[in-house]
């Protein structure tokens, strides 16, 4: 359901468009890892990811389970909620885990959560949490590297002026760009590991601000 309503309701808000490097197709049980930007984000990259044939379980805030019909929706698609600095965050690494040995694709926000900046330009990816890191290691699924850009554009800064984006994007049809790119495979301790998992995600959204940002 996530995936087709995004599918079909982010190209009324802006111009998406998605570009992937050779050898970049996410194989059953992978790892997506995307940065995270703006509240609009994830929409903009399961529409990406529907157009190269890929609908991921999520791991997202546990707050959304609690919003009416959405959150029964969540669960019966195995989407895993993430409960952050609480006992219960540990449960989502064995939800995903499981995912993943079946065969399905799980995307990850790594960075926890959103910027605190109020402008809506593009800035490359914070700190990366340990997470991504330790379920790549324990289930060894590659990772994939997602970035995106131009979804700040959508929503961005204060409430106020997050519905103005929204209100005035089907308007001004922002470009918004996600760029795939090539797998890797985490083998090294876990703060390497994090390292080089932010390094590819940084590559992947600088790929795909360059095509955001043209006219």
């Known amino acids: 359901m ?24 996410p194989a059953p049980g992978s790892i ?3 940065n995270h930007t703006s ?5 903009v990259v399961l529409a990406a990811l529907r157009r190269l044939g890929v ?13 009416p019909v959405l959150g029964g929706a969540l669960t019966r698609e195995g989407h895993v909620p993430v409960h952050r600095g609480s006992r219960d ?8 885990a499981r995912a993943l040995q079946q065969g399905r694709h799980v995307l990850i926000y790594a960075e926890g959560g959103l910027p605190r900046r109020k402008d809506a330009g593009e800035a490359a990816p914070g700190a990366f949490h ?34 103005a984006g929204l209100v005035t994007a089907p308007v001004r049809r922002p470009r918004l760009h996600v760029h795939v790119g090539r797998p890797l495979v985490l083998t090294d ?12 995600v940084t590559a992947a959204w600088r790929t795909a601000a360059l095509h955001a940002c043209r006219p």
Do not use: C, N, Y
């Open 189 to 200: 301790d876990l703060t390497t590991s994090t390292a080089r998992a932010r390094s590819a």
């Open 39 to 43: 509240l609009a984000d994830p929409a």
């Open 55 to 67: 609908q991921p379980v999520v791991m997202a805030a546990a707050g959304l389970w609690r919003i």
């Open 32 to 34: 997506l890892a995307a």
């Open 89 to 96: 965050a540990a449960a989502a690494l064995d939800l995903a």
């Open 130 to 163: 340990t997470g991504l890191a330790r379920l790549a290691l324990r289930t060894g699924a590659p990772v994939v590297p997602v970035g995106q850009a131009g979804a700040r554009r959508l929503t961005s800064g204060s409430g106020p002026k997050q519905l």
């Open 2 to 25: 996530l995936s087709r309503f995004a599918h079909t309701v982010v190209p009324v808000f802006g111009r998406l468009s998605t570009s992937t490097d050779t050898g970049s197709e």
